[in-house]
C-alpha cells in the first residue's frame, strides 16, 4: 500500500539558512500534518492543512510557514535556521474518516541537523 | 490546556510477560485515542485506536480500554516478544490534530 512520501530524508544546514521539507500524502488522504520530534521527546504538533487550507495551529514558530498545494502535497519551509530547529520532521496524512475522527498516518521522517 | 500524561517512562519486562502502559487525557472533547509504536530514528506506527464510542478493543496480542469518566486510557501487550520492544506513544484527539503523551520506553529481555 502507498505511504507518506517526504522529502529529502537527510538536510544538514548552517544556522541563519532555509530549509523546505515536503510531504507527498496516501491518495485520497485529504488532511496533512506537520509535527517536530527532538530527540528522546514526543512528536509535537506544528500545524495542519485539510483540503488546502490552514485547520490548525499548533507550536510552530513565526520563522516556519507551510502550504498544502492542489495536488495535496505540503511543504514546510523553515527560515533563519537556529541550532534548536535540529530534529527529525514528520508530515502525516488522514483519509476523511468523518466523525472528528482522524487516523494519522506518519511518514519516515526529514532529519533536519543545523550547524 | 490540551495535556495527555503517560506511564511509566520505561517499562522492562521478561519475555512472554504482559506489559501495560497508562494515559490521562485532559480535554473532554477528545474522542478518538491512537497508539503508536516508534523504533528508533524510525516513524511512529500506528497499532491500534479506540474511539470515545468504545470501551474496549482487542488485536491479537494487545489491547486497548478507555474510561472516559476517568480520562483514562490503557495499552496491554500480552506474551510479549522482544520486537516489542520500542518507545510506545499514547495520543488524544483534540479537535484534527493529536496530542501524545511522553512516550514508555518499553523494553523485552529474552
Known amino acids: 500500500a502507498a505511504g507518506v512520501i517526504q522529502s529529502p530524508r537527510h538536510l544538514i544546514k548552517e544556522k541563519r539558512e532555509t530549509a523546505t521539507l515536503k510531504c507527498y500524502p496516501i491518495?485520497?488522504?485529504?488532511?496533512v500534518y506537520w509535527y517536530q520530534q527532538g530527540p528522546g521527546q514526543d512528536p509535537q504538533f506544528l500545524i495542519s492543512?485539510?483540503?488546502?487550507?490552514?485547520?490548525d495551529k499548533g507550536s510552530i514558530p513565526d520563522r516556519f510557514s507551510a502550504q498544502q498545494f492542489s495536488d495535496y502535497h505540503s511543504e514546510l519551509n523553515m527560515s533563519s535556521l537556529e541550532l534548536g530547529d535540529s530534529a527529525l520532521y514528520f508530515c502525516?496524512?488522514?483519509?476523511?474518516?468523518?466523525?472528528?475522527?482522524?487516523?494519522?498516518?506518519f511518514g519516515p521522517g526529514t532529519r533536519l541537523t543545523v550547524t | 490546556g490540551e495535556n495527555v500524561e503517560q506511564h511509566p517512562s520505561t517499562l522492562s519486562v521478561q519475555e512472554g510477560d504482559s506489559a501495560v502502559i497508562k494515559c490521562t487525557y485532559s480535554?473532554?472533547?477528545?474522542?478518538?485515542f491512537p497508539w503508536y509504536k516508534q523504533e528508533l530514528g524510525k516513524r511512529p506506527q500506528l497499532i491500534i485506536d479506540?474511539?470515545?464510542?468504545?470501551g474496549e478493543k482487542k488485536d491479537q496480542r494487545i489491547a486497548v480500554t478507555l474510561n472516559k469518566t476517568a480520562k483514562h486510557f490503557s495499552l496491554h501487550i500480552t506474551e510479549t516478544q522482544p520486537e516489542d520492544s520500542a518507545v510506545y506513544f499514547c495520543?488524544?484527539?483534540?479537535?484534527?490534530?493529536?496530542?501524545f503523551g511522553a512516550g514508555t520506553r518499553l523494553a523485552v529481555h529474552p
Open positions: 495520543a488524544a484527539s483534540i479537535k484534527n490534530k493529536l496530542i
Open positions: 479506540i474511539r470515545s464510542n468504545v
Open positions: 502525516a496524512s488522514s483519509p476523511p474518516l468523518g466523525g472528528g475522527i482522524y487516523e494519522q498516518y
Open positions: 480535554d473532554s472533547a477528545s474522542n478518538y
Open positions: 491518495p485520497r488522504h485529504d488532511t
Open positions: 492543512f485539510y483540503e488546502k487550507m490552514q485547520s
